[in-house]
C-alpha cells in the first residue's frame, strides 16, 4: 500500500483479555517502530524492529507485551492479561532503514479501549 | 532518555494571528524532528533540523534550531484553521534510530 496500514482501527475489550494489534508497513521498509500515546502525554517508544529481529526492546512496559514481525514485512503487537491502564493510542512506524536520516512513516493507528 | 519538554501545552488563537511554539531540552540534540498530528490520524513529519542556528521554511511555518542545539522553536505566521493539530517536536534516541517525543503543544486556530 501507499503508507502504513494498521488494523483495527479501534477495539474495545474486557480487562483480562488478550489483544493482537497488526501493522503493514510501506514496502520494502526494513525498520519498523511500535510508539504508544496516551491521552495527554506524547508518543512513547516500545519496540523497534530491523527486518524480523527486535534489537531494541526496552520500551515494552511489562512482560504482557510482546511483538514479532515476520517475512520483514507484518507486525504484530500483542497484549496480554490487558489491564484498564493499557488503553491508549498503539502507532506503528516504518522508514527505509535504521539511517536516523531516513523519516519514519507513521499509521494512524489503532484505538484500544479496556472496559 | 532525554526529557523533552514542549510549550505552551495548550494554545487557542484567532485566524490570522501568529504564534510560537517552543522545544527544549537540558542536553544537546543531535537533530531534531517536529511533526503534526491530527486527531485520529498518525504524525506527519514536517522538517528535520541538524545544524545549530539553523532556519527551514515551509510556507507560513519558520523552524529554527538553538545555536547550542538544546532547544528549538517553531513559529507559524497568520494562522489558519488548517493549522489546527498537535505539534510535536522528536528527538533520535541513543538507541538505534527510536524516536523520543515531547508531549507537544495543541493548537487550535478558531475562524
Known amino acids: 500500500g501507499a503508507g502504513v496500514s494498521q488494523s483495527p482501527s479501534n477495539k474495545v475489550t474486557e480487562k483480562g483479555k488478550d489483544v493482537e494489534l497488526r501493522c503493514d508497513p510501506i514496502?520494502?521498509?526494513?525498520?519498523l517502530y511500535w510508539y504508544r500515546q496516551s491521552l495527554g502525554q506524547g508518543l512513547e517508544f516500545l519496540i523497534y524492529?530491523?527486518?524480523?529481529?527486535?534489537?531494541?526492546k526496552s520500551g515494552l512496559p511489562s512482560d504482557r507485551f510482546s511483538a514479532e514481525r515476520t517475512g520483514g514485512s507484518v507486525s504484530t503487537l500483542t497484549i496480554q492479561r490487558t489491564q484498564q491502564e493499557d488503553s491508549a493510542v498503539y502507532l506503528c512506524a516504518s522508514s527505509l532503514d535504521r539511517d536516523p536520516n531516513q523519516p519514519q512513516h507513521f499509521g494512524d493507528g489503532t484505538r484500544l479501549s479496556i472496559l | 532518555t532525554q526529557l523533552l519538554e514542549q510549550s505552551p501545552q495548550f494554545l487557542s488563537i484567532q485566524e490570522g494571528e501568529n504564534l510560537t511554539v517552543y522545544c527544549n531540552s537540558s542536553?544537546?540534540?543531535?537533530?531534531l524532528q517536529w511533526y503534526r498530528q491530527e486527531p485520529g490520524e498518525g504524525p506527519v513529519l514536517l522538517v528535520t533540523v541538524v545544524t545549530g542556528g539553523e532556519v527551514k521554511k515551509l510556507k507560513r511555518l519558520t523552524f529554527q534550531f538553538g545555536d547550542a542545539r538544546k532547544d528549538s522553536s517553531l513559529h507559524i505566521t497568520a494562522a489558519q484553521p488548517g493549522d489546527t493539530g498537535l505539534y510535536l517536536c522528536?528527538?533520535?534516541?541513543?538507541?538505534?534510530?527510536?524516536?523520543?517525543f515531547g508531549e507537544g503543544t495543541q493548537l487550535t486556530v478558531n475562524p
Open positions: 542536553s544537546v540534540f543531535s537533530s
Open positions: 514496502s520494502g521498509h526494513t525498520a
Open positions: 522528536a528527538q533520535e534516541g541513543t538507541s538505534g534510530s527510536r524516536l523520543t
Open positions: 524492529f530491523q527486518g524480523n529481529s527486535a534489537p531494541d
